[in-house]
């Protein structure tokens, strides 16, 4: 069985006696896994973890300010990029999924480069790589499936040269918010659900622009702070709306409307490998669809998506 203090422990002391007194730096996502990975990077070799947390412009509304204090009040070292210009114009015109990790897999590595050379005799690369990502980013390689490229696993360039530190490498999800309950982080952070690095682009159909980015980040903050406010939240594994390059008629007051619709979808799932639809309650869905038609403009329809995974995957790119 697992013990997240025997864990705990031990990864501190196995991470002093690996990187000494070296620098470390690491990529903030504002997630659990990456924010347990600091936390105990943290405890091993205080003031020489140095954290970056990019903003790629596909945040959750208002989320790059809300995680950065947060991290400030944990008392990490931690710098904020705002890099959203930079993702949203290499985004621009693409529209096939793949395409879209792949580009902001490579502006991430841009930016985050230019940060961590920024950071003066720099040895080590640490990441929040958990079990489940070691597994699917062998089967994205393997020659049978291309699933999803997930950027964040592997997506370091040799020219880093940047030994890697992956002390979450062996772990479930589950356990690692155990660890980070052990370890004093906030239980509204360690609750978080997880969201993927490419973010909201992957959950805006087609071509991406900033009009549809603040549509959708209206439209799922609606939505997650409903589940918030109704107890919904913690009973769902994750949860997000999806923006379809669709636009279907509807009426409003006297006139025509003919705007855009959005998917709501929240599964119940352990790892993310395999996933149940989740049985919102009807009167929820119904507020909800409710409050995002009144209150988003430009979108006249919501639909609830009822598929599990597989055949379908939690993400629609
Ligand atoms: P799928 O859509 O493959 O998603 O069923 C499984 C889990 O992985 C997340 N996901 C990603 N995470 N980069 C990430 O960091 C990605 O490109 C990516 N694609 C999917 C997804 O949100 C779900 O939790």
């Not at 992957?202 to 071509?207: E, P, Q």
Request: charged letters at 25%; proline letters at 4%; hydrophobic letters at 40%.
């Amino acid at each position: 069985t697992f013990t997240p203090n025997a864990f705990v422990d031990d990864c501190v002391r196995d991470l002093r006696a690996k990187v000494k007194d070296d620098k470390v730096v690491l990529g903030l996502s504002g997630g659990v896994d990456s924010t347990v990975a600091a936390v105990l990077l943290h405890k091993a070799i205080g003031k020489n973890l140095y954290c970056i947390f990019v903003n790629n412009g596909l945040l959750r509304k208002n989320e790059f300010e809300n995680v950065l204090n947060q991290y400030k009040g944990m008392g990490l070292n931690v710098k904020g990029v705002d890099a959203s210009e930079r993702f949203l114009s290499a985004l621009d015109g693409i529209e096939e999924p793949e395409a879209k990790r792949k580009a902001i897999g490579r502006v991430f590595i841009e930016v985050f480069d230019d940060e961590a050379h920024q950071i003066e005799d720099v040895k080590w690369l640490a990441q929040g790589t958990i079990y489940p990502d070691v597994i699917e980013s062998i089967s994205v390689k393997g020659p049978s499936a291309t699933i999803k490229s997930h950027h964040n696993v592997g997506g370091l360039p040799d020219y880093m040269k940047l030994q890697i530190v992956e002390p979450l490498r062996m772990l479930f999800k589950d356990e690692v918010r155990r660890v980070g309950k052990t370890l004093g982080i906030d239980a509204e952070l360690l609750g978080r659900h997880p969201f993927p690095g490419p973010g909201l682009s992957i959950r805006i159909l087609g071509a991406i622009t900033p009009e549809k980015v603040r549509i959708l980040q209206e439209v799922d903050f609606v939505f997650i702070e409903g589940l918030k406010s109704h107890g919904l939240y913690d009973k769902v594994w994750q949860a997000g709306a999806i923006l379809l390059p669709v636009n279907s008629v509807g009426v409003m007051g006297d006139e025509r409307t003919y705007e855009k619709v959005v998917a709501l979808r929240a599964v119940e799932s352990t790892d993310g490998m395999t996933a149940d639809w989740v049985h919102l309650p009807y009167d929820f869905l119904m507020k909800i669809s409710n409050e995002i038609i009144n209150k988003v403009k430009g979108v006249n329809r919501v639909v609830y998506d009822i598929s599990s995974k597989p055949p379908a995957t939690i993400e629609w790119e």
